[in-house]
């Protein structure tokens, strides 16, 4: 369960830059989701002002590189926290994606299939 809370729903991007590759982490399900009925869902959280996702059984990872003229060498995966409950997306994804991309840094995240 531990593990699907860090890597159920990494995502971040930049208007300047775009995924290049999509890898799905497991072959169908994770592990202890196989029997799951709840669907996932994304939608506004209002108590939090963001984009939140929920229910995720089959996290995938999206690589987005940053400008090669700013490119430094280095890879940060980010993880949006919320664990299973509602992951935050957008906030502490997507916003933060964007700084490390201006600043030359490669940014590899785990999203919801």
Known sequence: MKKLIITSAFLLGLSTINAQKSIPLYKGKAPG???????????????????????????????????????????IIVAPGGGF??????????????????????NQNVVPD
Do not use: C
Request: proline share 2%; hydrophobic share 40%; no cysteine.
């Open 33 to 75: 989701t196989e029997s799951w009925t709840q669907k996932e869902a994304q939608q506004f959280n209002e108590l939090f002002k963001t984009e939140v996702v929920f229910n995720v059984a089959q996290p995938s990872m999206l690589l987005f590189e940053a400008d090669k003229a700013k490119a430094n060498g280095t890879v």
């Open 85 to 106: 409950q509602s992951l935050s997306i957008n906030r502490e994804g997507i916003d933060v994606a964007k700084k490390l991309a201006e600043n030359g840094i490669v």
